[in-house]
């Protein structure tokens, strides 16, 4: 009983917003997509003092933030800014840590809720929109219905001054008339070198498995998954979109586990590539070979695509972007349908190994996840639909440092990451097309112009999701903590559109980068204070060694001494600027320890010079890899220095000094 009573405060908590704020003529800001961008955007307008309306095509908020992706992608840190970092910290406050960056849905959700209710931001759910109205270049309304056609007949027209599309689908961009692309574009056509079609070994079937429905008898057809086309010349552009899947939320909780079943529609003629793959791969034996199986919070999961054949439903989704919700709903429903059969495959046929066999069977439903959709998410993974061509697009050159924007907003720090568009035939193997994950580059800025349609199609509407960007460069860009830094920045700059009474595209990023800065979190919260190694305010002694992991150390790089000894030190140094108390952290970047030096750093020496004197704190370094420790509370003085010192404590090494953290204290 206590589920369906946990069931109804969810419904009753989703739908209270639309229930509870009054619905008024006009906004200033006119939200579509309920999103994490979208969320975090809604928060931003009301702490900015505009109006402001949220409508959703759904009815759970959050996107794939609160649906199930839990281990969260970004590749730097240092990446993630404003109210985005606020989320992840709130996250921290839930589970006694400083941040958290692996999380329950059910956590995620609660966060995003919270954010709605201090704004008292009303949100309509269940809503699509259906027309736009404009007049040349400006939208002064859009049309809106339930999401559900059979539900309609009571169309609604909202008003507003500015629009922002926090769609991952980029429906309002498209209704708008604003220009777009869907699939990859050719290599040729942004001088890029990992666009179009590209056959790699990641995510691959090895050589020799065979695609016919009898094995070496192409007459008799091909095995289900598997299309008829042939293999295009590397770096060929088309309109094929990389495959989706759901971030699967199970749990090994026997007190809070539904048991896989056998789902409705469930064909295991699906998996027999997946039985000739793992024929191929005897060695293969656990789930960790077919999953990317990422352990969360009390006792849960955030299961991942990995190798040839798994969650992704390659090839199944290309008429996903441009199609009605309809169409939407039937291709949801068949990746449901593939998924969960995909579960209860590996659980019960007999021809998959005992092994696997066994590991899944602890494994089920959490009875207390997504109660409003029977324990399963609402919320497809929609790696990418449409993309705005916009003002400026963002290429594989600005990942990689070789071409750098003027007017940054935001910064990206994945790797160029594209999941397999199609499986075809390639001299009588299957293979998977598509996969790219190229990495090795620091974090990098994203242009405000991406974010602004040109002006000659739409002069009040931002696009943060769905930004203008080649297919190869939005695979880098599209993580769910930047998307919430473009929220937060493109609400800003609709704030500043209204206030200024000048178009979007006329509003000045250093304008928007002033707020993002001075006041992260858009409620007078003085900002965090950062040192890095590389910045000017340190110094040091030893033979200290400058290395580069972008996926691993904070920001840039990070800092090296092999051989310490007790006179070596690595010093950060804080000059105030007003009198304050500050949470001071030390940064233990994810280092590749095994690969270079063969054992993880002991323990290591922070000395704290501040107003009060003269405090050592150690740092167990094993046990906070990836994460800041806390080294206290501190008065920081203005005019007086404030240093961190690193030194070593028990002669282990490395010595490694890469950044040091001040969050300010409420006095």
Known sequence: MKYYFLLVINLVLSYSCTNNYEIQKTYDLVIYGGTSAGVIAAYSAGKMGKSVILIHHGHRLGGLSAGGLGQTDIGNKYAVTGLARNFYRQLG???????????????????????????????????????????????????????????????RVIQGKTFLDCSYEGDLLAKAGVSYTIGRESNDEYGETLNGVQLREYHQFPDGVDPYLIRGNPESGLLWGINREVLQPEGTGDHKVQAYNFRICLTNDPDNLLPITRPEGYDSSRYELLIRLIEAQPDNRSLQDYFIWSLMPNHKTDINNKGG???????????????????????????????????????????????????????????????????WTPQLYIREARRMIGSYVMT???????????????????????????????????????????????????????????????????????????????????????????????????????????????????????IMETDPLLDGTPPDITVDNEDLNVNYHGEWIQETHFMRNYKNSLMVLNEPTQEDYFRFRIQGDRDSNYKVYFYCPLYNWESTHQKYPGKIKSVINYAGGEKESIVDYAKHIGNWVNLGTYVLKKDQEFSITIRTEDYAKPLIADAVLLVPVND
């Open 93 to 155: 406050d839930y589970y006694g840590q400083f941040e958290s960056w692996k999380f329950e849905p059910k956590v995620a959700l609660e966060i995003f809720q919270s954010y709605i209710k201090k704004e008292e931001v009303p949100v309509i759910y269940d809503h699509c929109i259906l027309s736009v109205n404009k007049d040349q270049n400006r939208i002064h309304s859009i049309e809106i219905d339930r999401t559900t056609v059979k539900d309609r007949g009571n169309p």
């Open 309 to 375: 054949f798994s969650t992704d439903m390659i090839g199944m989704n290309f008429e996903y972007p441009e199609a009605d919700w309809a169409v939407r709903k039937q291709i949801f429903d068949d990746h449901v349908s593939y998924t969960k059969g995909l579960l209860y495959f590996l659980r019960y046929d007999p021809r998959v190994p005992v092994e696997i066999r066994k590991e899944i069977s602890s494994w089920g439903y959490p009875m207390d996840e997504y109660l409003e959709n029977g324990n």
């Open 396 to 514: 594989e050159h600005h990942c990689t440092g070789d071409s750098v924007v003027e007017d940054p907003i935001a910064l990206a720090a994945y790797t160029m990451d594209s999941h397999n568009c199609q499986r075809l035939v390639v001299n009588n193997s299957v293979k998977n097309e598509g996969d790219v994950q190229i990495g090795g580059f620091p974090p990098y800025p994203i242009s405000y112009r991406s974010l602004v349609p040109l002006e000659v199609e739409c002069n009040n509407l931002i696009v943060p999701v769905c930004l203008s960007a080649s297919h190869i460069a939005f695979g880098s860009i599209r993580m769910e903590p930047v998307f919430m830094v473009l929220g937060q920045a493109s609400a800003i700059a609709a704030s500043l559109s209204i206030d200024q009474e000048i178009s979007i595209q006329q509003v000045h990023y250093e304008d928007i980068n002033r």
